[in-house]
């Protein structure tokens, strides 16, 4: 069981988590970390539901498998996990394009 970033209950939909450790798991499979390309270089953060208390939403990091709150930087297509300091590329309905 993981725990809500926000409020520490159960909003971490748990379906989520195992779909996405399986899929990041092809990932790293085939990763390249010489790609020019940022999803071919960086796994994608995991989103695993949304706080039922404060409607902020959860990411799941591939790398340490902790949530945490989700956040990006402006014109960035990446962000460091708070926890272990990796880098993960946003997904993609939270990028900004210029
Ligand atoms: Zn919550
Ligand atoms: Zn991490």
Known sequence: MHS???CGKDCINEEAVNMYLRMVKKF????????EIT??????VG????CKETGGRIYLCPYC???FKA??????????CP???KILALPATNRTFC
């Open 4 to 6: 809500c970033p926000y």
């Open 28 to 35: 790293f499979k085939y990763q390249n970390k010489d790609s």
């Open 39 to 44: 999803f071919e270089r960086y796994p994608t």
């Open 47 to 50: 989103e695993v539901g949304e």
């Open 65 to 67: 498998e902790k949530p």
């Open 71 to 80: 956040y990006y930087k402006n014109e960035e297509v990446v962000i460091n």
């Open 83 to 85: 926890h272990c300091g």
